[in-house]
C-alpha cells in the first residue's frame, strides 16, 4: 500500500488520537484537523495541506525546522508535513528519457504551429 491521501492521513491521525470512529465524529478539540477529521473535505475550511502543516508546526512548537526533522516516520501526517503533496512517482532511466523525448517532439510540433 502507497501513501494516503492527505485526507485518509488526516483520519488515521485522528483516529490514532482519539482511539475510535465514535469519538473522532464526537471531537470537539480545537486542533486543525478538525473540520477535515471524518475523511472528507469540508468547503470554506481551507486547504487540507495548510491544516496538516499548521498541525505539524503546533506539533513542533512552531519551529519550522523541527518539522523537516521530524523523527515520526510513523505518523500518519509525516509525508505531508511540509504542506505539499510528496512526489511518490519514481521513473526508471529509460521512462525518464522516452517523457524528454515526447517533450521534445511536443516542443517542436508547437514551434512549428506558431
Known amino acids: 500500500m502507497g501513501t494516503p491521501t492527505p485526507l485518509r492521513a488526516v483520519r ?11 469519538d473522532v465524529r464526537d471531537c470537539e ?16 475550511k481551507g486547504s487540507i495541506l495548510k491544516a496538516i502543516r499548521s498541525y505539524c508546526l503546533w506539533c513542533c512548537d512552531g519551529q ?6 521530524c523523527p515520526s516516520v ?14 511518490t512517482r519514481t521513473l526508471t532511466a529509460e521512462q525518464r528519457a522516452a517523457i ?14 506558431v
Not at 12 to 22: E, I, N, Y
Not at 74 to 87: E, I
Not at 100 to 113: D, M, P, V
Open 29 to 44: 478539540e480545537p486542533c486543525d484537523l478538525n473540520p477535515f477529521r471524518l475523511g472528507r473535505g469540508v468547503r470554506g
Open 64 to 69: 519550522p525546522s523541527e518539522v523537516r526533522l
Open 100 to 113: 524528454g523525448q515526447r517533450l521534445s517532439a511536443a516542443r517542436a510540433a508547437r514551434a512549428a504551429r
Open 12 to 22: 488515521a491521525r485522528c483516529l490514532a488520537c482519539v482511539g475510535s470512529a465514535k
Open 74 to 87: 510513523n505518523c500518519a501526517l509525516y509525508p505531508y508535513r511540509d504542506g505539499r503533496r510528496q512526489s
